[in-house]
């Protein structure tokens, strides 16, 4: 079994472990969380797409605090740079324009989030070999573009 597979199944069932325990909130977060930068590390060293399908399934399903899921997402974030495989960008995007994990806030926040979404719009638009983009996609990315423009406005104004 290839080694890194190895780690990625020990981490998932630790944080499994993590999440059943007896302890208070802020201490299993805590664990959790200590979990959550190996799972960026193992991202980092190539295992990337089962770790971000374990971190979208694992909030899909109710299994991981939001704030940990933006903790991941932000690390993340922070090591990319484009070209973004089209699995890449189908499995990273949901986090990224998930609003419940970046509300209007945390965008204005994380510049990183804000080009991660520019450099895949641009990359959609550049793209004329796949022909067809999703509506839906192009639609979060733009109403989370201007929601920005609307947020950093009232910020200036305000």
């Known amino acids: 079994m290839q080694p890194n597979l190895r780690l990625f199944e020990m981490l998932c069932e630790l944080y499994d472990r993590q999440s059943k325990l007896l302890q208070p909130a802020e201490m299993i977060i805590a664990k959790q969380r200590n979990v959550i930068d190996r799972f960026v590390h193992l991202f980092s060293v190539g295992f990337a797409l089962p770790v971000i399908e ?77 022909g067809i983009v999703e509506h839906e996609t192009i639609c979060s990315t733009s109403e989370v573009l201007s929601e920005m423009v609307i947020f950093e406005t009232c910020n200036v104004s305000g």
């Open 54 to 130: 374990r971190i979208n399934k694992m909030f899909q399903e109710g299994q991981i605090d939001v704030s940990l899921a933006r903790y991941f997402a932000i690390d993340v974030l922070d090591i990319i740079d484009p070209p973004y495989s089209e699995q890449f960008v189908e499995t990273f995007q949901p986090i990224v324009l998930n609003r419940e994990i970046f509300d209007k806030l945390t965008m204005s926040k994380v510049p990183a989030a804000v080009q991660f979404i520019q450099d895949i719009a641009a990359e959609t638009v550049g793209d004329n070999n796949e």
